[in-house]
């Protein structure tokens, strides 16, 4: 199988700040990965070079073979390259049902079969049973989904999510876990997951990379990684 992205020498430079150095990093399609590592690490950067939001200083980002680097945000959109963030853009005013209807109509303006699909992504996202509730009205975790939900109306196939369960109760946290496992199992959707959370990292049970100072630790299962003495130095063992 070909990877669904392939990153090779990945670099960025503020002025004189390192914040991603020389990361080769690889993910397959329907791969689930997690990102650990301390503050400043380098995690955040790393996601918005995979999504145009920054542009690298060396290296380059294969999305399904081809060369996107040099890529808007825009067109890696399009592409199915999507970062979610942490303030949802959602219609506060509006259903979770019509939040999603905009979204399908603006990404697939000339075909048919929208309902069935609005249908399908809310069922997805665990919003069915609310989909006449108004955005504003959902919980937090609820609108972090309907966030998602709006992604996949969008045809993600990469999602790229930056602490997903920030500020989640444990049972959202928990839910938001199952979610990204079903994306992926039931509709082969490739994720990156930066997480915080230790607890829900040990919960999505996907292989982990560790950064620290800009670079790749480590790289491996959950298991493997809470047991290298180096990443217990850098990270787990501070907590
Ligand atoms: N736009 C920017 N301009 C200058 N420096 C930046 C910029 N964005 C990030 N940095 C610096 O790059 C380094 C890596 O930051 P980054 O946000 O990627 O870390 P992180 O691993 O996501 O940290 P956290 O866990 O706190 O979210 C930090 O030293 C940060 O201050
Ligand atoms: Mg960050």
């Given at each position: 199988m070909?990877?669904?992205?392939?990153?090779?020498?990945?670099?960025?430079?503020?002025?004189?700040?390192?914040?991603?150095?020389d990361i080769a990093f690889t993910l397959q399609p329907g791969e689930i990965r997690s990102i650990i590592g301390p503050n400043g690490a380098g995690k955040t950067t790393?996601?918005?070079?995979?999504?145009?939001?920054?542009?690298?200083t060396t290296g380059r980002i294969l999305y399904k073979g081809s060369d996107v680097t040099g890529l808007s945000v825009a067109r890696r959109?399009?592409?199915?390259i999507a970062r979610k963030f942490q303030t949802p853009s959602l219609f506060d005013s509006l259903s979770a049902y019509e939040n999603i209807e905009l979204a399908v109509l603006r990404s697939r303006p000339r075909s048919r079969g929208h309902a069935a699909r609005i249908g399908e992504v809310l069922?997805?996202?665990?919003?069915?049973d609310q989909r006449h509730?108004?955005?504003?009205?959902?919980?937090?975790?609820?609108?972090?989904?309907?966030?998602?939900?709006?992604?996949l109306a969008n045809n993600a196939e990469l999602l790229l999510l930056d602490e997903p369960t920030a500020g989640m109760t444990a049972e959202e946290t928990h839910a938001t876990g199952?979610?990204?496992r079903s994306l992926a199992r039931?509709?082969?959707?490739?994720?990156?997951?930066?997480?915080?959370?230790?607890?829900?990292?040990?919960?999505?049970?996907?292989?982990?990379?560790?950064?620290?100072?800009?670079?790749?630790?480590?790289?491996?299962?959950?298991?493997?990684?809470?047991?290298?003495?180096r990443v217990r130095d850098v990270y787990l063992g501070n907590g």
């Amino acid at each position: 199988m070909s990877p669904i992205l392939a990153v090779q020498g990945l670099g960025k430079r503020f002025q004189g700040l390192v914040a991603n150095t020389d990361i080769a990093f690889t993910l397959q399609p329907g791969e689930i990965r997690s990102i650990i590592g301390p503050n400043g690490a380098g995690k955040t950067t790393f996601i918005s070079l995979i999504s145009g939001h920054l542009t690298p200083t060396t290296g380059r980002i294969l999305y399904k073979g081809s060369d996107v680097t040099g890529l808007s945000v825009a067109r890696r959109a399009q592409l199915g390259i999507a970062r979610k963030f942490q303030t949802p853009s959602l219609f506060d005013s509006l259903s979770a049902y019509e939040n999603i209807e905009l979204a399908v109509l603006r990404s697939r303006p000339r075909s048919r079969g929208h309902a069935a699909r609005i249908g399908e992504v809310l069922e997805l996202v665990r919003l069915a049973d609310q989909r006449h509730a108004v955005a504003k009205h959902l919980s937090h975790g609820q609108r972090q989904w309907l966030e998602i939900g709006l992604l996949l109306a969008n045809n993600a196939e990469l999602l790229l999510l930056d602490e997903p369960t920030a500020g989640m109760t444990a049972e959202e946290t928990h839910a938001t876990g199952i979610l990204v496992r079903s994306l992926a199992r039931e509709f082969g959707l490739s994720a990156i997951i930066i997480e915080h959370d230790i607890n829900f990292i040990r919960d999505l049970d996907a292989p982990v990379t560790v950064l620290h100072l800009g670079r790749v630790l480590v790289e491996g299962s959950f298991a493997a990684v809470a047991a290298d003495p180096r990443v217990r130095d850098v990270y787990l063992g501070n907590g």
